[in-house]
């Protein structure tokens, strides 16, 4: 690699497919979904401690931009992970499948056998980086939720519902997160 | 000798005071409202409350009301503007047992004539103003048996547990 500095066009595929860094399109996504996920324990909070959203709105975006960036941290771990997992599995069948669609059509059966693994290549990486983003979504919107609610009612249950609000949100935040960058390390 | 002299006088004065301003009530009709405790979570112990709206065809300015429940007498207090007569108890959630409980209304006569009784140990004849009964249910757990945050953090625990084990598959 340091004799030929200049990357194949199919390694910057990889490396752009099974980098850590995200796209833009996914990046929102995650800070989307992260956003929605971190305001779901304000109605909690408002309907059933009885804060006032009106007294509180400082306390309340402050918390929640915060869980939102640990949030959307723990999805870009996860997805990180899984991506490769995914990627592995459906290989065989990503394989066949473009496969058989290239061979059906006489315009494409003729393309080259790089040509074919670069499509093959393409369409795995679509696959898996959609499944990734979506499980890593679910699955770190469920620990968070589970983590702030054990937080909520049984941990801080005898704080005042402002500090029960700020160590629930956070401990269980920052718990998704470190969870997430824990299981890389050792995966 | 003079001391007492003023002493009668003042008792004989006092007791006809009172029985001045203590009226009779003619053909009570009373509308009344009973509560009693049915959460024990929500209370220490039992409490009964029966509030009366009395009208007396003589329409008497200071109504006294007593209650009588399982033999005792209780004068009963009412509210500051004289519409409202509130008569309330409490026990111990243990012994506030189930059932009827039948709160029989006097007036000032009526109270006299029952503690003249009570006193002589005779069956009052004594009819009371009016008869409140209060069904009480014996104060229990109200709504499930579990408590609501215990079902929302399981079904949250379940659903990670859901989410973790696909997770563990997808990595094996």
Known sequence: MSKNKKLTKEEELLLQDFGRNVSTKSSL?????????????LWLFWRVHEMDPQDSVILFSVMTL?????????????????????ALKIEHAVTREVNHQLDSKPETKK?????KDERILWKKNNVADMEATTYSIFYNNTLFLFLMLIMSFYVARSFNPGVNYVMSTAAASGFVALLSTSSSATS | MSWHFI????????SFSVLISAEPCIDAQATSKVYSTANV????????????????????KNLFLYA????????????AD??????????????????????????????AALRKAQ??????????????????????????????EFIAVTAALLVWWFATVTKNKMQE
């Open chain 1, 29 to 41: 996504l995650f800070y989307c979904n992260a956003f929605f996920v971190s305001a779901v324990p």
């Open chain 2, 41 to 60: 979570l929500l209370a220490t112990e039992s409490v009964f409350l029966v509030e009366s709206a009395v009208k007396c065809s003589n329409n008497p």
């Open chain 2, 119 to 148: 006193r002589s140990e005779e069956k009052s004849e004594q009819k009371p103003l009016f008869t409140v009964t209060l069904n009480h249910k014996a104060a229990g757990r109200e709504g499930l048996w579990v408590q609501t």
């Open chain 2, 82 to 111: 004289n519409s409202v007569h509130q008569f309330s108890w409490v026990k111990p959630h243990k012994k506030a047992k189930s059932g009827a409980y039948v709160i029989n209304y006097y007036d000032e006569e009526g109270y």
């Open chain 1, 66 to 86: 915060i869980c939102t960036w640990f949030i959307s941290y723990a999805y870009k771990n996860i997805k990180f992970q899984l991506k490769h997992k995914i």
């Open chain 2, 7 to 14: 002493v009668g006088v003042l008792s004989l004065f006092l």
């Open chain 2, 68 to 79: 009588e429940i399982d033999g005792n007498l209780y004068p009963v207090p009412k509210s």
């Open chain 1, 111 to 115: 393309l080259t056998r790089q040509e």
